[in-house]
């Protein structure tokens, strides 16, 4: 955070901390939605492979 603060001139934490927080949001948003397709993905390409296979 401190480098945050040093490059954007913030003299207080608080204020920093409030964009770090909404960033960190974002981003465990983008890992959980990226977590979901890849799942989705693996169970459609599953199905697939039993739709294909004899038996």
């Known amino acids: 955070m401190f480098e945050i603060m040093a490059i954007t001139g913030h003299t207080d934490v608080n204020d920093v901390q409030a964009y770090v927080a909404a960033a960190n949001k974002k981003k465990q948003a983008q890992s959980a939605i990226a977590k979901q397709y890849g799942a989705a993905r693996?169970?459609?390409?599953?199905?697939?492979?039993?739709?294909?296979?004899?038996g």
């Open 42 to 54: 693996e169970r459609s390409r599953n199905r697939n492979l039993l739709a294909v296979q004899p």
